[in-house]
Structure formats: C-alpha cells, structure tokens
Nanobody
Framework: QVQLVESGGGLVQAGGSLRLSCAASGRIFSTSTMGWFRQAPGKEREFVATISGSGGTTYYADSVKGRFTISRDIAKNTVALQMNSLKPEDTAVYYC??????????????????WGQGTQVTVSS
C-alpha cells in the first residue's frame, strides 16, 4: 500500500507564490520517480514537473518553466513544488504522483503508479 498526501494548496493573487508538498509512505522507494500533474475544470490532466530518483534530473512543462521548481528530500520521502509568479491559468487541482519501480524522470502519466488525492490551487486575477 502506498499513500501520497499533498498539502499547501490555497488561494493566491496573480504574481504570488505557493509551495506544495507531497509526503509518500508505504511500499515505495524513497528514490522512486516523482511528479506533479494538474487538472483544470473541463480539461484533461496535464504534466507539470518531474524529478528523478536521485533528484539530479528534472523536467518541466513549457507553461511553468522558469516559474516552478520541483525538489525532493530523499531522507524524508517528500517532494515539493515551489510555484512563483503564479497566473490565473495555473488554477487547477494539483496531483502528486509516484512511479514505484522507475528512477528516471518521466513526463508520461502512464508511467506513474500512485496518485495523491489532489490539492486545489486557485490564482485570482
């Protein structure tokens, strides 16, 4: 059993910042690939950021590149998403995901085995 619990969502004005956290527990390696995805109302879930098991490789969606930063604490088995310069179009439910048996960064949602319950991020204009 694997659990991913997100926290840190909320309401923020455009230009502001939020930091999302995801704590992983259960039968999962602390060095498994982790990622963040988001889903806005009426849209499909989309990739946001991913980080390799070692933390040495990261990929970002073009829409967030330069504004968002993904990081991980292997010892604590957590992953974070620092979101700066937020825009109204960043409004969505953000999901943490884990690829149990993979250690390389991947943007494909089909590579992820476990998903958190999601945390709402709302950016007002």
């Amino acid at each position: 059993q694997v659990q991913l619990v997100e926290s840190g969502g909320g309401l923020v004005q455009a230009g502001g910042s939020l930091r999302l956290s995801c704590a992983a527990s259960g039968r999962i390696f602390s060095t498994s690939t982790m990622g963040w995805f988001r889903q806005a109302p009426g849209k499909e879930r989309e990739f946001v950021a991913t980080i390799s098991g070692s933390g040495g490789t990261t990929y970002y969606a073009d829409s967030v590149k330069g504004r968002f930063t993904i990081s991980r604490d292997i010892a604590k088995n957590t992953v974070a998403l620092q979101m700066n310069s937020l825009k109204p179009e960043d409004t969505a439910v953000y999901y943490c995901a884990a690829a149990a048996a993979k250690f390389y960064a991947t943007i494909r949602n089909i590579d992820y085995d476990y998903w958190g319950q999601g945390t709402q991020v709302t950016v007002s204009s």
